[in-house]
């Protein structure tokens, strides 16, 4: 794929090219500046044989203009598209980030609490998409930005709808969907539907919470038929941590039959709301206990049957006084007798 950097082109007399942000099978995404706004954006230009494919260029202007209706703060917004120097390309919202799927390879597991999160804000962005009328369908790691602030942003809709219009001899195995995360039906040959994208987000959540994918193989053929026809090895044998209501979430999501999964991924980000997540036990601080034992007295209390001090001195001072009043009341009774003489 030709290297857009080398001269730094403005495409469309607009979109200045300062650098490569990633490179993907069917596309490059720059670093760009708009001129006309002054604001970076995200420049994704796709390779020659796809922006030579006429069927394809008529689909990808049809989705990337229905794309660019879709705003919402997990998705990333598409700003414009067109057709230059023999290459289609799409301008999009740039996110100042990391792909979740760099954050997942970078060997730190990403802490569970924050893990949930990111699969919930992926929902609420397909919930917005699918009551849209939207499916993804190529949803993977590498398509969900994390940016800096933690806000996750799902990239790249409409393009992968667009790739609809090729077939599948003309698309190589990092085009033609991603075979890791590739739902049943769509490895089948049918149809997508919003059941679709929750079992993708199934497949990397299984990813996520565990560090291994739910199948693995040498070709995409043999992952596809392994989509359609194995059961994944449940996700708490893979990972023992993982709480027991996690695990029967996301196995749902990777049900065979569409119907059986989750109904919306609303209603997926509902479930994941109500995971009870264990406190680490570095985090549980230790009771606070006397460093007396209970059978020895404490130095501030007397022992049993031993009067403390305070004891002593007021009663003491209750003799004195007594001692003192008796003289004062036979001299009391004295005068009274004398008097009465």
């Known amino acids: 794929m030709d290297d857009f950097t080398t001269s730094l082109p403005i495409i469309n007399n607009r979109y200045q090219i300062s650098g490569t942000i990633a490179t993907g099978g069917m596309a490059v995404i720059y670093k760009a500046q708009d001129l006309m706004l002054e604001r970076p954006i995200a420049l994704k230009i796709l390779k020659k044989e796809l922006s030579d494919d006429l069927s394809f260029q008529n689909r990808f202007r049809q989705e990337a203009r229905a794309s660019a209706r879709l705003i919402h703060p997990n998705i990333v917004t598409t700003f414009d598209f067109g057709y230059d120097r023999d290459r289609l390309f799409i301008v999009m919202e740039y996110v100042q980030g990391t792909e979740l799927k760099v954050l997942m390879s970078e060997g730190k597991k990403i802490p569970l609490k924050v893990a949930i999160d990111y699969i919930q804000q992926t929902c609420r962005g397909l919930a917005y998409a699918h009551q849209q009328g939207f499916v993804h369908c190529d949803i993977k790691p590498q398509n969900l930005m994390v940016s800096d602030e933690k806000v996750l942003k799902i990239t790249d809709f409409g393009i992968s709808r667009a790739l609809d219009s090729v077939t599948r001899e003309e698309q190589t195995d990092v085009v033609w969907g991603s075979p890791y995360y590739i739902s049943p039906e769509q490895a089948a040959g049918k149809a997508p539907s919003p059941a679709t994208d929750i079992y993708a987000l199934g497949v990397v ?17 043999e992952l596809a038929r392994m989509h359609r026809m194995e059961i994944p090895r449940p996700l708490i044998e893979v990972d023992p941590h993982v709480p027991h209501e996690l695990n029967r979430i996301v196995m749902r999501c990777l049900e065979k039959d569409p119907v059986d999964r989750f109904e919306t991924a609303g209603k997926l980000e509902e479930a994941l709301s109500r995971i009870r997540i264990p406190i680490p036990s570095a985090e549980v601080k230790p009771v606070q206990r006397s460093v007396y034992n209970q059978s020895e007295p404490k130095p501030d209390e007397p022992e049993p049957g031993k009067p403390d001090m305070a004891t002593i001195l007021l009663s003491l001072l209750a003799l004195i006084l007594a001692g003192g009043l008796i003289p004062f009341w036979l001299y009391v009774v004295l005068s009274i007798n004398s008097i009465n003489r």
Do not use: Q, W
């Open 205 to 221: 959540a299984y990813e996520l919470f565990s560090k291994k994918l739910p199948f693995e193989a040498e070709n995409s053929a």
